[in-house]
């Protein structure tokens, strides 16, 4: 619940330190006063958008702060710690200052964040309800969420089974719809595939091909040259006037000759023996390499076109043989799957059709859940409209069938209301303003207010148009959504103050020729006196101070009950 709001320096407000209470209470004061100033301060601290002429005049800031007690509510709790604002002491704090420049600071128990994050905390702890509210309660788009979750943990059960159906069913529709929908583009894409996969097979690339060929490509190119120079080492080697191979065989021995005489000259013999040997070799070699030349002009014009062909599907597929052969891997892949498709389409269609009869049977069974608690949330809803004194009005849930099937099931749902006698039955978004539309507001309110887990309800002046009886009515319901939720509710009827568990008194006075707006926390003889106020005026007449005296023992006789 709201226990703290301080305002600083917010419209007509310079300073105001409110402390609340659980149960209900009202705020009361002439018009003009600023009780609608307080509520747009619980409005700013909850996600609403602020604006720099909000601020008092003269000053260059205004602070707003509340402060909530906050109960298990698992969804609220999960946000906050999922944008890591801790909540150990079950105390929420909510600071914004704004800022004459339009800047705007918000902390959640210090935590910085933005007006978004704000506003999806907000939702969750107050609740503002006003003549003309057209919030959750006339979203058409809401009426189902409300309905599921006046089920209760059955429906929501049933509903989590059609759900799993669903989302099996809708996997298959849009497999099988994508492979109807694509069929041209696929026989394109397969004709493509196949063409390429032949084109690629046929070639036959193999992984260091490319290289092998410039390799043979550049001898054959070159093969004078490489006979020319092969002749030459032979020459050089193995002449026979001055060979490598004679002169080295001459050195060895001539070393050999005198090893006897010097160590050294030995290993200098054996050196020459090691290049003589290895000449030997390299001679034998040379001979065997001109022995292997050939030059072949028809392999010579098979290389040119090999490596043609494979510059032609490097264009085309990659920039290396590395590349095609990767290019033809995934095609050879993709084929595989559209084939894989073509083959899986009438099995996947039966599965289809297998799953569409059970998702229809889920469904029909979804809906009369549905309907029965439709039943009973018109039953309870129509109880408190009698309750609020109004004769002749009705609530029905209205369901329309619709095509196909959603996530939320095969209807649509919405609120229907008849707020007299011989009109019919209406959409509840189209209800006319005034007293009776305030009443069948607070007749679902008090229906959803346990099940919607909002820590505050504000009604700001929803008891506009009424008086006498159905103001006690009123004053009633609100007592009664006040034993879920803490409910603060600015207002006009004595009958409505007189209920209250705690009564807030605006007034505006005037210092330093400045307009300031003050809350005065009442006791029980300032009760007594504001609501002789509001019944005759600020003349309070001893008649009206025995009615207001009349109104608060039969309120506290109630609240004794």
Not at 84 to 89: E, L, Q
Not at 242 to 262: K, N, R
Not at 460 to 482: F, H, P, W, Y
């Amino acid at each position: 619940m709201l226990e703290n709001l301080i305002i600083e320096n917010f419209a007509i407000i310079e300073k105001v330190d409110l402390q609340f209470e659980a149960g209900m209470s009202v705020l009361t004061g002439e018009t003009g006063a600023g009780k609608s100033i307080i509520i747009d301060a619980l409005l700013m601290l909850t996600g609403g958008r602020a604006s720099s002429e909000m601020i008092r005049h003269g000053c260059q800031k205004a602070v707003l702060q509340a402060v909530f007690r906050l109960p298990q509510n698992d969804q609220l709790l999960a946000q906050l710690e999922a944008i890591g604002v801790p909540c150990d002491d079950g105390e929420l704090i909510i600071y914004r200052e704004l800022n004459v420049n339009g800047r705007s600071l918000i902390r959640l128990n210090g935590v910085v964040v933005n007006l978004k994050t704000l506003a999806g905390v907000g939702q969750y702890l107050v609740d503002i309800q006003g003549q003309n509210d057209t919030q959750q309660l006339l979203n058409v788009d809401e009426h189902l969420i409300l309905l599921d979750g006046f089920g209760g943990e059955a429906l929501q059960s049933t509903k989590a089974a059609y759900q799993q159906v669903f989302q099996e069913f809708r996997a298959i529709t849009q497999r099988v719809r994508k492979i109807q929908t694509s069929q041209q583009d696929m026989t394109q894409r397969l004709d493509l595939l196949q063409f390429q996969q032949q084109e690629l097979a046929e070639a036959a690339i193999q992984p260091h091909e490319e290289e092998d060929l410039v390799d043979a490509r550049g001898k054959l190119l070159n093969h004078k040259k490489i006979a020319d120079r092969l002749q030459n080492a032979q020459i050089a080697l193995n002449g026979e006037q001055s060979g490598a191979v004679d002169l080295l065989a001459q050195a060895m021995h001539e070393l050999q000759e005198i090893a006897e005489f010097d160590p050294a000259y030995g290993e200098l013999a054996t050196t020459i023996a090691d290049s003589y040997y290895t000449a030997q070799e390299v001679g034998r070699d040379v001979d065997e390499q001109i022995g292997a030349l050939t030059y072949d002009e028809a392999e010579l014009l098979r290389i040119e076109e090999r490596l043609q062909l494979i510059h032609t599907l490097e264009r085309k597929y990659g920039p290396t043989v590395a590349d095609v052969l990767q290019f033809q891997a995934k095609v050879d892949q993709e084929l595989a799957a559209l084939d894989h498709d073509e083959l899986d389409i009438e099995q996947l269609q039966v599965k289809q059709n297998e799953l569409r009869q059970v998702i229809r049977k889920q469904a029909v069974k979804l809906r009369e859940a549905r309907q029965q608690v439709a039943r009973r949330l018109e039953q309870d809803v129509n109880r408190q409209l009698s309750e609020l004194l109004m004769t002749g009005a009705e609530f029905a849930v209205h369901f329309e069938p619709i095509n196909g099937f959603i996530s939320s099931g095969s209807d649509k749902v919405e609120f229907y209301v008849q707020t007299n006698v011989g009109e019919g039955l209406a959409p509840l978004a189209k209800i006319a303003s005034g007293g009776e539309a305030a009443r069948l507001m607070l007749a679902l309110k008090t229906t959803f207010a346990k099940q919607q887990h909002i820590i505050s309800i504000v009604f700001d002046e929803a008891d506009t148009g009424v008086s006498g009886r159905v103001a006690q009515a009123i004053a009633k319901k609100m007592l009664t959504i006040a034993t879920d939720s803490q409910v603060l509710a600015i207002t006009h009827l004595p009958q409505v103050a007189a209920a209250a568990t705690h009564h807030f008194l605006i007034a505006k006075t005037t210092e330093n020729a400045r307009t300031v707006t003050q809350v005065t926390a009442l006791d029980e003889a300032g009760r007594e006196r504001a609501i002789a106020m509001m019944l005759s005026g600020d003349d309070i007449t001893t008649t009206a101070l025995a009615n207001a005296q009349d109104l608060r023992q039969q309120a506290l006789k109630t609240h004794a009950k």
